[in-house]
């Protein structure tokens, strides 16, 4: 499974959303009805995934699957 | 005659005195502290502040979960001083205003709330000192400015420790939302906070283990998870950040957890999402930490369908219901008394009765009133009756059930209320906002907005440059604020909104005429 695919298995599970049909401009809360909670609990699924370490209040202005995406580049 | 939080903490400290009483993690590493040490501490602080000359007076505490904050916080309430928690994902000139409304003298700050400093120092004139909690010393730029360390370090000097308070004086104020759109300190007593730890039905093994994943300077939090924990010699272990409340229940392998329903749906979709092929008592083990028994709810509706689905994983889900006011729990589901869908029996301190089906509560637990706000006292404290705002009823076997709201709060399943009024008054300071309404809509809030028609001529905006220019909007509000006060749908409305006889905003009909969009 490539890194994107399985980063976006993870958003999957808090949304109704298949892998597959997710686009880099949905946002989080908007589009996918992520609640607050579903999104902090999604960024440390990612830390422990990929093994990075977030800064919480960089990461909070996050907005879009794209946007997370290139964060989680930019820590590896 | 009442009791203080005191006798409770002091009763604990005699019976649990090696038994650790907090944990948190530094990095990966779990300290700890007994609760001898605990108490050590509690009263060095203690010392220091009357010392510090501030017998009676009300003092601030700014920061999230931490060994020290709760510290300084049993030091306040155990002398004769007032605490004040306050939200520090607030906007600077929210805490401001918090800090002076509340006559606030002094201020406990977490370094990591430091950026806030100078603009506190600087608006707030009846601040006399700040301490940093913090064992290092601060930059001594800052004026009026120490750290807890050194606050400690000089009760050394002091022979004289804070007298009892009396069960009467007011303990600590707590912030709510009011429906007016300006918060409500809610001023609770040594008695009321005691009556309710006590009054709750729930007791487990000394040194079990609680991990506490609630913001501190909220009722549920600082009085079930903290007060209670240490009445009954729990050692509670801090979660350092959300991010990390699942990972930190395999860490500190907790046996009981205080949730709000959020979370509760949050974790329900990591259970869920598991393949069904793994036994559900190895995905428990895995997500919950392999103890967890129960979990205790509140501050929302919680869906009962989460108290069968989390059963098959073997916790236990307790929903129970309360408000700052009756600092906090009016009721509960306990272990051995319990109905799914109910919010439980009244505590034995509560009496309860029902006005054109608003909940009106009365006992030792309800508040002494909101702190310099006699009106919205008197219209929500009548002849010792608490006005709840809350709709409900009692079945044939004593348990207590909600269905519905009076007044206008937007309860999230987060637990926070949100005065809708207050969000309102921010969102209408946009040129291009006609009139606004906003709603709890899909676990999140909904501005429902009709632009300005002057605006949008003058301006020659197409119904997409509109959008734009909205969201642009909202996104820089939602910026300043913490998460669950940010907008998450918006709405355009095409016709200005309903209004009464008297030119108020129909809020119900705007949910109906012009509906949300489905996600």
Redo the contacts between chains.
Sequence with gaps: MTQEMQFKTIV???CEVKPDEMNNDMRF?????F???????F???L??TFDIE?E?ED???V?TVGEALELLERLQ | MGILIRDILEDSVKKFADIKAVKWLKKKDILERSYSELMDNVIAIRKSLLAEGFKGKHISLIGTSSVEWIESYLAIITGNTVAVPLDAGLPAEDLIDLINRSDSEALFLSPKNISLLEGILAECPKLRKVWLLQEEEPDSLYEKTASLAGLKAASANSSTDADRPAPDDVATIIFTSGTTGKSKGVMLTQDNLAANVLSVDYTTEPGSILLSVLPIHHAFCLVMDWLKGFSLGTTICIND???????NMGVFKPQVMLMVP??I???Y??LA?VDSAIPKKAVADNVFGGNLKIIFTGGAHLDPYYIGEFAEYGVEVLEGYGMSECSPVISSNTPETHKAGSIGKPLPNAEIKFENGEILVKGSSVMKGYYQMPEETAETLKDGWLHTGDKGYMDEDGFLFINGRVKNLIIL??GENISPEEIENKLALDALVGEVIVTGE???LAARIYPDQDVVAAKGLDEEAIKTALQAFI?QYN?KQP??R?I???IIRKNPFIRSSTKKIKRQEALIDEPLPM?
């Design positions: 999957a599970q808090y809360r908007e589009d996918l009805g609640s607050s909670l579903d999104f902090m609990s960024l440390g699924e830390e422990d977030l919480e990461a909070l202005k907005l | 950040s959300l991010l990390h409340m699942v990972k959020m979370m749906e949050t974790i979709k990591r999402s399943s987060n899909d676990n999140g996104d910026k998460t669950y940010q998450t749908g918006l996600a």
